[in-house]
């Protein structure tokens, strides 16, 4: 069943009336965007989310609602979006916020393969005398995450 037919019709906020674009149908797309990327179902929850931040955080700043009215704004927006799915999948799905790619979590779009298709093994653990001498690198608080 495709998915547009499931979805809900909102009333039109003060986001999509200052820049005409609806934050919902983007956050769809951002959200359908991960699901196919990790071939995995993800709550439709999270789209809900990502469109009420939208319209909080843009609706009410000028300066956004003048960039988004721009020639670039729904990329801006876009990337933006992503940026935020990443944080709600950092918190609400740790294991697949692990498997994104470091240029999704920045807002760049998902490259079009599925991780299960192109993951690295893991390196071997460092010898001890290494490890007490390895300054860990922090990486968008991954080493934050449970195992």
């Not at 439709?44 to 956004?64: G, I, M, T």
């Not at 760049?108 to 005398?129: D, E, F, G, M």
Request: glycine share 4%; charged share 25%; with cysteine.
């Amino acid at each position: 069943m495709n998915s547009l037919n499931r979805k809900k019709h909102v009333p039109v906020g003060r986001f999509e009336q200052k820049t005409s674009y609806c934050p919902l149908y983007l956050a769809w797309h951002i959200l359908d965007e991960a699901r196919n990327y990790f071939r995995t179902p993800i709550p439709e929850a999270f789209a809900d989310k990502l469109a009420h931040r939208a319209d909080v955080v843009f609706a009410h700043q000028p300066s956004w609602q003048r960039r988004f009215k721009s020639q670039h704004g729904r990329t801006a927006i876009l990337m933006i979006m992503r940026h935020w799915l990443a944080g709600v999948l950092a918190r609400e799905r740790p294991a697949l916020f692990r498997d994104l790619p470091e240029s999704f979590k920045v807002g760049q779009p998902l490259p079009p393969h599925s991780p299960s298709r192109t993951k690295a093994p893991h390196p071997a653990p460092l010898p001890r005398a290494e490890r007490e001498n390895h300054r860990p690198r922090f990486v968008h608080g991954c080493e934050l995450l449970p195992a």
